[in-house]
T-cell receptor, first 115, second 112 residues
Framework: AQSVTQPDIHITVSEGASLELRCNYS??????LFWYVQSPGQGLQLLLK??????LVQGIKGFEAEFKRSQSSFNLRKPSVHWSDAAEYFC?????????????FGQGTRLTINP | NAGVTQTPKFQVLKTGQSMTLQCAQD?????MYWYRQDPGMGLRLIYY???????DKGEVPNGYNVSRLNKREFSLRLESAAPSQTSVYFC???????????FGSGTRLTVV
């Protein structure tokens, strides 16, 4: 069965510093991979997705992620964080199941930004 | 451009009471989903509907039922609420297999 691990429950970085959030997945076939962001009290917003092709994908808000099949990883990066990036980030792996795509989520990483 | 709309946003129930969470999408998506979010556990799939007229169990279906009323609407029912069902519930939809999800803003449910 597919699973997702986000090793870091909470990360704190200074504003303007670079960011990398880790995600490891377990899935037998070529995965569909996603990163979502959740601000407090809000739903989840899609940051970026990987289906196939170029392993470095660009998303919204200046985020990017790199798919590394050999490491079963899909880490999220941003060169310079802004205070508005403080939120919870979820990595997810998807697989088609009965015609619908079922997403399996990691536990989430809470990002705090120091001024 | 409403996307996915969930009602209510907040609800407090007493143990044993029943209620239905409503979800509607206006994007002509085929698939719809119900997740629950608990601290430290991410989101777990309760039920999903691949298309109008079909529903299937997800990871944590016990204590819940669903109805895919039409293409737009997918409701989640708690027949006899328990404190363990205290959670934030999210509805989501996707165009078809392979598409990303669009999420609603959630329903925060407390069972006392």
């Amino acid at each position: 069965a597919q699973s997702v691990t986000q090793p870091d429950i909470h990360i704190t970085v200074s504003e303007g510093a670079s960011l990398e959030l880790r995600c490891n997945y377990s899935y037998g076939a070529t995965p569909y991979l996603f990163w979502y962001v959740q601000s407090p009290g809000q739903g989840l917003q899609l940051l970026l997705k990987y289906f196939s092709g170029d392993t470095l994908v660009q998303g919204i808000k200046g985020f990017e992620a790199e798919f590394k099949r050999s490491q079963s990883s899909f880490n999220l990066r941003k060169p310079s964080v802004h205070w508005s990036d403080a939120a919870e980030y979820f990595c997810a792996v998807g697989a088609s199941l009965g015609g619908a795509q079922k997403l399996v989520f990691g536990q989430g990483t809470r990002l705090t930004i120091n001024p | 451009n409403a996307g996915v709309t969930q009602t209510p946003k907040f609800q407090v129930l007493k143990t044993g009471q029943s209620m239905t969470l409503q979800c509607a999408q206006d994007m002509n998506h085929n698939s719809m989903y119900w997740y629950r979010q608990d601290p430290g556990m991410g989101l777990r799939l309760i039920y999903y509907s691949a298309s109008e007229g079909t529903t299937d169990k997800g990871e944590v279906p016990n204590g819940y039922n669903v109805s895919r009323l039409n293409k737009r609407e997918f409701s989640l029912r708690l027949e006899s609420a328990a404190p363990s069902q205290t959670s934030v519930y999210f509805c989501a939809s996707s165009l078809n297999g392979g598409g990303p999800y669009t999420f609603g803003s959630g329903t925060r449910l407390t069972v006392v």
